[in-house]
């Protein structure tokens, strides 16, 4: 499943999924990356966080960094981080259920 890849000489073609079932599920993760990146870029610039607490919560939960690591780069507690990473993945959570609503993908 997926997208499979022809090349001809200096084009490329993208196939489309056989079944609809499998378009859908396309549309469907393409939605949640968009919805997941705008989410981020709210959360980022226009959520109220500094930029060390969304640092510590990238690197976290989206690199798979330990909360210790985290804390001693960024000069704070293992409970600063912790907490961060709360905050933001609540915050997060709720951008995505707003944006999701938004772009009507219910």
Request: glycine share 4%.
């Amino acid at each position: 499943s997926g997208r499979n890849v022809v090349r001809h000489g200096e084009s490329v073609i993208v196939e489309l999924p056989a079944t609809i079932d499998e378009l859908e599920q396309l549309i469907d993760e393409e939605s949640r990356r968009k919805v997941l990146s705008d989410a981020m870029d709210a959360l980022a610039n226009r959520s109220g966080f500094n930029e060390q607490t969304v640092q510590a919560f990238q690197r976290v939960c989206f690199d798979g960094r330990a909360p210790e690591e985290v804390a001693q780069e960024l000069a704070v507690t293992t409970q600063v981080v912790y907490n961060a990473t709360s905050r933001c993945r609540r915050r997060l959570q709720e951008l995505a259920e707003e944006l999701t609503e938004l772009y009507e993908l219910n």
